[in-house]
């Protein structure tokens, strides 16, 4: 993948829409989950995948993917349509403002089980490639002795 694409994940306990079409992010971890024992089931878990890319080179396809190891958790396919919707919204503004486009996509898992400490990575796949958009360590949390 070149410099020219971008992806990040955010994890997170839930994201709301507010009236004022801004997302607010409920319960942000910060690379790590931190748990009082395993199995765990959670009762929702949001990962929130930002991506990006040149206003020059905008994005044929696109598939968010989150992996536990190997195993796949979950993945969306972001329309071509809805991907051609985010590139045409900002054809008003000029070249200096149109420094990249966007794609928004948020996976929910409701609930989400995990059975032993592992690491969740989001990755998004475009027509160029895979790239790696973050992860989330889940680990047992340290007991006071």
Not at 69 to 76: A, C, F, M, R, S
Not at 95 to 101: F, G, M, R, V, Y
Not at 115 to 132: I, K, N, Q, W
Request: charged content about 25%; some cysteine; glycine content about 8%.
């Amino acid at each position: 993948m070149s410099g020219e694409r971008q992806a990040v994940a955010i994890f997170c306990d839930d994201v709301r829409q507010e009236v004022n079409g801004k997302l607010s992010f409920m319960g942000c971890y910060a690379g790590v989950m931190e748990v009082a024992s395993f199995p765990l089931i959670a009762p929702k878990l949001v990962v929130f995948v930002r991506a990006s890319t040149m206003a020059s080179k905008p994005f044929k396809r696109l598939t968010v993917r989150v992996l536990n190891g190997d195993e796949l958790v979950g993945e969306g396919d972001v329309p071509s349509g809805a991907i051609a919707k985010g590139a045409q919204r900002r054809k008003g503004v000029t070249a200096e403002e149109q420094l990249d486009l966007e794609v928004h996509v948020h996976l929910v898992f409701a609930p989400l089980s995990i059975m032993h400490p592992c690491t969740l990575r989001a990755y998004v796949e475009t027509e160029d490639g895979e790239m790696s958009a973050g992860r989330l360590v889940v680990r047992a949390r340290a007991s006071n002795v």
